[in-house]
């Protein structure tokens, strides 16, 4: 069992995942508006070439928002990650 974080650590991590979050949305939003633009602009000429730049962009965003909602720091898989590394050194430890 963990102990309960401290509530300077509490206030930390929360910083740390607002901070993350609105970087998702900063980049969310970028993408929109920057491939909106390219696509008018493709679709001005006749062209579909914005499809392109669009999935391999939003290929980085998935990822970015995987990294930011589905393994922030603190979450579950962290933590039990985290016991697992503790167990392992602690075990290393009662070795020597």
């Known amino acids: 069992m963990t102990p309960t974080p401290l509530p300077d650590e509490l206030e930390h991590l929360a910083r740390k995942r607002t901070k993350a979050k609105m970087g998702f949305f900063t980049h969310a ?3 929109l508006v920057v ?3 390219l ?3 493709a ?4 062209q579909s070439w914005s499809i392109w730049p ?4 939003g290929f980085g965003l998935l990822m970015h928002g995987l990294a930011v909602f589905g393994f ?3 979450n579950g898989l962290e933590k039990r990650m985290l016991e ?3 167990k392992k050194l602690r075990a290393t430890l009662k070795e020597d």
């Open 29 to 31: 939003f970028i993408y």
């Open 35 to 37: 491939n909106a633009g």
């Open 39 to 41: 696509t008018i602009l």
């Open 43 to 46: 679709l001005s000429k006749g």
């Open 54 to 57: 669009a999935a391999g962009w």
């Open 72 to 74: 922030a720091p603190g």
């Open 84 to 86: 697992h590394e503790r």
